[in-house]
């Protein structure tokens, strides 16, 4: 499928009235842009944007995708970081006035490939088992680990019972939280967005002993980028990441698009960056996600 004319003009499907999980593939159309204004010329502009979907990540495929910078000639580099993200790194020696990055991007969910396969080892890779910062447990998690999780369930039945906790302990509200809140404080709060309740979910995780890891990406009628679990479960020979939604209390389904994972949000922010200038950057941003296909 190639990004062309014809496919980005494809009218959207109205997804309220499309059972998406029930289909054998689904067809999203992704648009997400960051624009950065400044008062004053800047310079040594350096910005790391972490916002275009994996080729692969279990079912889901990314078809195709561009990348465009308008307000200042960039140079781009597109890698992968420590966790398998695609990450874009672009440098401007000058944006006078304002500089907008923009991504358009196809994704297809292929129902019967099921969740994203990793090598038995990861079962026990630090990264996964390990705290961070924001992640780092106080008295009360440890407790409420010992009371929600039981040993002689299943890893997947204690994950169930951690992400109902966390759905009923943390109600969404947006702006009584950052990006800089962990998770002891956003659970003492009882209020934050979803970034906070994948927060206390890995941190009861790993009290837990389940190998664990944060979701970055989007979900199908919220306005901003959405962030959910990822516990690693053995299977047979190998390993697979079963997504749960502490934010909303469920499984992830069709109408989520991963974008990228790591141990908390600061491994995976969608923008960062650095320049040299007086002036202070103000973000505008845009999102928008929707189904042009689903059969």
Request: proline share 4%; net charge negative.
């Amino acid at each position: 499928m190639m990004l062309d004319s014809g496919v980005l003009a494809a009218p959207l499907l109205d997804h309220r009235e499309l059972d998406l999980d029930a289909a054998g593939s689904v067809t999203y159309i992704l648009r997400q842009s960051f624009r950065y204004d400044y008062d004053a010329p800047v310079e040594s502009l350096r910005q790391r944007l972490v916002i275009v979907p994996p080729a692969r990540h279990g079912g889901q495929h990314r078809r195709a995708h561009l990348l465009e910078v308008s307000g200042a000639r960039a140079q781009r580099r597109l890698g992968r970081d420590t966790y398998g993200n695609v990450v874009a790194w672009l440098r401007a020696d000058r944006v006078a006035d304002a500089v907008e990055f923009r991504l358009t991007a196809l994704v297809e969910h292929v129902r019967d490939e099921g969740p994203a396969v990793l090598p038995a080892e990861a079962l026990r890779w630090p990264g996964l088992l390990r705290p961070t910062r924001l992640t780092a447990a106080d008295d009360h998690l440890r407790d409420l680990s010992a009371d929600l999780t039981d040993s002689a369930d299943t890893p997947l039945e204690n994950a169930e019972r951690i992400c109902d906790f966390v759905h009923s302990a943390i109600s969404y509200e947006y702006g009584v939280t950052s990006v800089r809140t962990t998770a002891a404080e956003a659970l003492a709060g009882g209020r934050g967005v979803c970034q906070d309740s994948a927060h206390v979910m890995l941190a009861l995780c790993h009290l837990a002993g389940l190998p664990a890891r944060y979701v970055s990406g989007h979900l199908l009628g919220q306005g901003g980028t959405h962030a959910w679990v990822e516990v690693i479960t053995a299977r047979a020979q190998d390993a697979v990441a079963v997504a749960f939604d502490p934010c909303n209390g469920r499984r992830t389904g069709s109408g989520y698009v991963t974008v990228a994972t790591g141990r908390d949000y600061a491994d995976v922010a969608p923008t960062s960056g650095s320049y040299i200038g007086m002036s202070r950057g103000r973000l505008t941003t845009d999102r928008r996600v929707g189904v042009i296909a689903a059969a």
